[in-house]
């Protein structure tokens, strides 16, 4: 399979402890990005990446949040303190940078965050 | 970012046609209209994109109104595995950030 794939796909943690999340996206895919969605809301963008460089975030990434992208292939996602209010679906998405107009993103199936 | 507007849900018997409208009123020269679709338990999938001329794919058709304000997804067999959340937005390019909506949920009965 040469989608995007997201690891683990279910996590379940207590409150105050710290998460982390993969994502590999397709192979040459230059952009990643991380979208956060709860129930019954469309996906909600966190952050993204060129190569290794992060080139934007959104004002939902606290500081708890943390994103890398060492080596330009796959991402992390940290979550440090988790609260309640982090419980949702984390999406991982990426797409390739073409000179003509790049119109798709590519989604993983999505990480599954229940903060108890 | 421009908004959107989307019914909260639709219905359709299976093999029938299903029209799913969008309202974005206040889309730029530039953007490209987008819809892309969630099926249960799975990420977002693109579905089709438009400028200004209507689109088909072998997914389904785009219908864009001449004034860009408005844009119409066309599903021209509903079948049961097009029950899904599907979401229109504006944005000027699909390599940037997108902005989703609540979308429209389409149920499909057999």
């Known amino acids: 399979d040469t989608g995007v794939s997201q690891d683990p796909r279910h996590k379940i943690t207590k409150r105050g402890q710290n998460v982390t999340f993969r994502c590999d996206p397709i192979?040459?895919?230059?952009?990643l990005y991380w979208y956060r969605q709860t129930l019954g809301q469309g996906p909600e963008f966190l952050t993204y990446?060129?190569?290794?460089?992060?080139?934007?975030k959104s004002r939902l990434l606290s500081d708890r949040f943390s994103a890398e992208r060492p080596k330009g292939s796959f991402s992390t996602l940290e979550i440090q303190r988790t609260e309640q209010g982090d419980s949702a679906m984390y999406l991982c998405?990426?797409?390739?940078?073409?000179?003509?107009?790049?119109?798709?993103?590519?989604f993983g199936p999505g990480t599954r965050l229940t903060v108890t | 970012d421009a908004k959107t507007t989307q019914p909260n849900s639709m219905e359709s018997n299976e093999e029938e046609p299903v029209h799913l409208p969008c309202n974005h009123s206040?889309?730029?020269?530039?953007?490209?209209i987008h819809w892309y679709r969630q099926l249960p338990s799975q990420g977002p999938e693109y579905v089709i994109h438009?400028?200004?001329s209507n689109v088909n794919n072998r997914m389904a058709s785009l219908a864009i109104a001449e004034d860009r304000k408005s844009s119409t997804l066309i599903l021209h067999r509903a079948t049961l595995r097009d029950a899904a959340v599907y979401y229109c937005?504006?944005?000027?390019?699909?390599?940037?950030?997108?902005?989703f909506g609540k979308g429209t949920r389409l149920s499909v009965i057999a």
């Open positions: 998405a990426s797409s390739p940078v073409r000179q003509a107009y790049s119109y798709e993103q590519y």
């Open positions: 192979s040459e895919h230059n952009r």
């Open positions: 990446f060129q190569n290794e460089a992060q080139l934007e």
């Open positions: 206040t889309i730029s020269g530039t953007d490209y």
């Open positions: 438009g400028l200004t």
């Open positions: 937005f504006p944005t000027l390019s699909g390599n940037t950030p997108l902005v």
